[in-house]
Structures are given as structure tokens and as C-alpha cells.
């Protein structure tokens, strides 16, 4: 992990990366305004670097998302845009034949890219369809799952070895922000389908690899960056796509997940903000006494025991020390005595 990376002076998370790919919920915007600091830290990110945008919002297209990101001050195309749909495309590509017709569970973002790439599109498991792509929109209800477990179930012909045709889930996000509160995602009525007709689709958002892949053929990129505020799917899907990662605590991950994260959930970089990006990232050293020290704070775990050995800036370096201490060792964080201190 990128938090005991051997430097032996502070450089920014920007330093040898050749493309930036950013999620928006909790990075970009929160409901319908900007976090603090993201759109000067990313236009400052795009004079130097390509940017990309990767959401697994299947119910928006492209255009529609770059749209609402223009407005909040982004410099932004749709091209830089990378949708769940657009990842599910070249796994349906994969499957079916062109210009075949294809089950929609979902809104815009999924018939969008349908026809853009002359895929036929149908709301009914009568028309035969070749596959079924799932996604979320507000509106699907129990007639649309019920529909698409009706073409599921329905057999391949007499020489098919199995049942079924293809299913493309574009995530499996279990949860959706919504400005009332937390609301069931796309991972929750696919569930429901999974329920009716007994097996899983193969999902194209993060945290599986597609949606990466994608991201990074558009952009061309070597070496991406992906910045994110959630452990479970941007972090996740980082790791197993071996891109280098940095956690933003503008989100729904913060202090407590992040020090809790499993070895495959832990980023390269802890940021308070995007402006992190820009900034000089402080060495993690192992010192005497068996601690961690990130500038001027240093953390040890001594048995179960998590201990503060100095408070140093008493934030930001703190936590980072304390994810670094607590990784290092042997003992997983629920059997760890943890001050209250670091998780606030």
C-alpha cells in the first residue's frame, strides 16, 4: 500500500501518475452542490494531467452528468465521463450478437449507450430478448424485476446446455444518498431479480474491474490515480484493477471505516479534501519504540493496546499514523483497544 511506499521525501499523490480518475457522490458533489475545494483542485488537475470521471449511476448518460458537472465549474466534456453503462456495453458486446435486442431494466444512461452502439431495446420478456442489462432509475418497480426475471427464466432454445441468457448488472451499490436519507441502490433490486431466477449476474461497475478497464483504454493511461470516498467500491475496485488509490474523507467512509479497512480495502493515500492532490504527501516512517510517525504525530499498537505516543497536528497526519500502525500489525481492529480520539 501506497502508505509505506519507500520515499525519503514528501511528494504529492500526482508525482509519476498520468491520468486522474475521480468519483463523483461524496468527491465531486454532495446532493446538488460542490464539496468544498473539488472543482479548483480538478481543473488545477486537468492543466497537467487527463481527468476522468467514473460513477456507477446507471440512470444518467454521459452528456447528462457532464452537464451537471459543467455547471458547478468543471472543465469538462462528456467523452471524460466513464458510466457503469458504458462498461456493461463491452460486456454485453461480448455475449450477443450485434444489433441484438436487449431486456432494459433501468432509465437513460443503459438505452443511451444501447443505441449508440445499435443494440435494440425492449421493456418485454415476450420480444425474446438476447440478454437482460440491469440497472437503476427511480422509477423501476415490480413490474420491471418481475419482467426481467420472466426473460431470465426463459430457456435458450432445445440445445441449450443451461437455461437463461445473459445478465449484465451495471453495480451493485446496495444503497443510494439521496437528499431524504439513504435509500435501496441497484445491489438491492438485483437481489431481487437473483431471488426469482436463482443465479448472479456479471456486473460491469466498480468495485469489479470493467468499469476500470474502461476508463483506462478511454484515457489511454498508464498509471491512474483513482480518488474516491468509499472503502467498498472505488478503494476495492482500485486494488484489484492494480491502480493506485487515494481515499477522500468528503464522503461516506471517514475516520472509523478507514482505520478498520481490510487489506484489500485500504488506499494508497488518506486526503482530507481534493486539495490534498496538490499538496506534498508526508512520509510514513517506522521509528523506535515500535511506532509509526507521519510529520510530527506518531502512533505504536503495543499488544491490543492503540496507543497516541505524540498528537502531532492531533488530524490528518494522525489518522494516517494510526492506519499505518494499526495495518502493520497483526491484530485486527476489533480485537484492538482504539481511543476514541482517532475516530473523530
Known amino acids: 500500500m501506497g502508505l509505506f511506499r519507500t520515499r525519503t521525501e514528501a511528494s504529492t499523490p500526482l508525482e509519476g501518475i498520468d491520468a486522474v480518475f475521480a468519483d463523483l457522490d461524496g468527491v465531486v458533489y454532495a446532493g446538488h452542490g460542490a464539496i468544498p475545494h473539488a472543482v479548483e483542485s480538478l481543473n488545477r488537475t486537468k492543466t497537467s494531467h487527463a481527468v476522468g470521471y467514473i460513477t456507477n449511476n446507471a440512470s444518467r448518460s454521459d ?10 465549474g468543471l472543465d469538462v466534456v462528456p467523452d471524460d465521463v466513464v458510466t457503469s453503462p458504458q462498461a456493461a456495453m463491452r460486456l454485453l458486446e461480448e455475449r450477443v450478437e450485434p444489433g441484438a435486442l436487449v431486456f432494459v431494466v433501468g432509465g437513460e444512461g443503459i438505452v443511451a449507450e444501447l443505441e449508440k452502439r445499435g443494440f435494440r431495446v425492449t421493456r418485454s420478456a415476450d420480444d425474446a430478448p438476447a440478454a437482460v442489462v440491469q440497472g437503476f432509475a427511480p422509477e423501476v418497480g415490480w413490474r420491471e424485476l418481475a419482467e426481467a426475471s420472466f426473460a431470465l427464466n426463459a430457456h435458450g432454445g432445445p440445445d441449450a446446455a443451461a437455461p437463461g441468457i445473459p445478465w449484465i448488472a451495471t453495480n451493485m451499490d446496495w444503497t443510494i444518498p439521496v437528499a431524504r436519507g439513504i435509500a435501496p441502490g441497484n445491489g438491492t433490486l438485483v437481489s431481487a431479480v437473483h431471488t426469482a431466477v436463482g443465479r448472479f449476474p456479471v456486473v460491469a461497475g466498480k468495485p469489479e474491474t470493467p468499469i476500470f478497464d474502461e476508463a483506462k483504454r478511454r484515457f489511454d493511461a498508464e498509471r491512474p490515480l483513482v480518488v474516491g470516498d468509499r472503502l467498498d467500491t472505488d478503494i476495492l475496485g482500485a486494488n484489484r484493477a492494480g491502480m493506485t488509490s487515494a481515499l477522500v474523507l468528503t464522503g461516506i467512509d471517514r475516520a472509523k471505516q478507514v482505520l478498520a479497512a481490510d487489506a484489500n480495502s485500504r488506499p494508497d493515500f488518506i486526503l482530507g479534501d481534493l486539495r490534498g492532490l496538490h499538496e506534498p504527501y508526508p512520509v510514513v516512517e517506522s521509528v523506535r519504540g515500535s511506532a509509526v510517525r507521519v510529520g510530527a504525530a ?35 481492529i476489533h480485537a484492538l483497544d482504539v481511543p476514541p480520539k482517532l475516530y473523530s
Open 63 to 72: 452528456a447528462s452528468v457532464a452537464r451537471h458537472l459543467a455547471e458547478l
Open 298 to 332: 506518531r502512533v505504536r499498537v503495543d499488544g491490543n493496546r492503540v496507543e497516541i505516543v505524540a498528537d502531532g497536528d492531533g488530524g490528518l497526519d494522525l489518522l494516517r499514523a494510526a492506519c499505518a500502525a494499526i495495518w502493520s500489525s497483526s491484530t485486527p
